[in-house]
T-cell receptor, first 116, second 112 residues
Framework: DGGITQSPKYLFRKEGQNVTLSCEQN?????MYWYRQDPGQGLRLIYY???????QKGDIAEGYSVSREKKESFPLTVTSAQKNPTAFYLC???????????????FGPGTRLTVT | DQQVKQNSPSLSVQEGRISILNCDYT??????FLWYKKYPAEGPTFLIS?????DKNEDGRFTVFLNKSAKHLSLHIVPSQPGDSAVYFC???????????FGTGTRLKVLA
């Protein structure tokens, strides 16, 4: 069953602690992304990776870090430097749309992180 | 600077009628546009897309129209059903960039 897995669904942490969110995919897609969604706002890009061992900052990378050691995995660490970490985090991958020259983006189910 | 805008935060439509969701963009380099549907606490699901070489794409009850000169696209849902109630995001991408820019979403409520 192909797809994108994010775990856990809900995560609670104390302020000042780092926390790592998991994202795994078996779609064999090269590109992976992390977005953040806040109430009433759209999806904001945190980091993305086009290939293994390479990643780029998105629009709101401060306070976050990522790694891409394997094609299937793109974990996101929310550090204590992130001022407002409570949010809904979405992982996505990009794969070529069937018989089309364009790429569609697919999303995981998300992780709701609450920091108190 | 918001490159993709959805100016209507919410929309209510009667069941069976047409829902029209709008999206504007500013970057003329965008050549691929997508619509996503999102329920609370879930990831967005892909609905329909359109490339800049077309001005219309249809899939069942969903049709997307693209007006390149106006830098405007719209999603039509006909007929609207209560299960269509969700937040709809439009997104845009430029070939080769691997980046997708999302609008802020429109919450659609279909009234039974």
């Amino acid at each position: 069953d192909g797809g994108i897995t994010q775990s856990p669904k809900y995560l609670f942490r104390k302020e000042g602690q780092n926390v790592t969110l998991s994202c795994e995919q078996n779609l064999n897609h090269d590109a992976m992304y992390w977005y953040r969604q806040d109430p009433g706002q759209g999806l904001r890009l945190i980091y993305y990776s086009q290939i293994v061992n390479d990643f780029q900052k998105g629009d709101i990378a401060e306070g976050y870090s990522v790694s891409r050691e394997k094609k299937e995995s793109f974990p996101l660490t929310v550090t204590s430097a992130q001022k407002n970490p409570t949010a809904f985090y979405l992982c996505a991958t990009t794969g070529q749309a069937s018989s089309k020259p364009y790429y569609e983006q697919y999303f995981g189910p998300g992780t709701r992180l609450t920091v108190t | 600077d918001q490159q993709v805008k959805q100016n209507s935060p919410s929309l209510s439509v009667q069941e069976g009628r047409i829902s029209i969701l709008n999206c504007d963009y500013t970057n003329s380099m965008f050549d691929y546009f997508l619509w996503y549907k999102k329920y609370p606490a879930e990831g967005p699901t892909f609905l329909i897309s359109i490339s800049s070489i077309k001005d219309k794409n249809e899939d069942g009850r969903f049709t997307v129209f693209l007006n390149k000169s106006a830098k405007h696209l719209s999603l039509h849902i006909v007929p609207s059903q209560p299960g269509d109630s969700a937040v709809y995001f439009c997104a845009a991408s430029a070939r080769g960039t691997y980046k997708y820019i999302f609008g802020t979403g429109t919450r659609l409520k279909v009234l039974a």
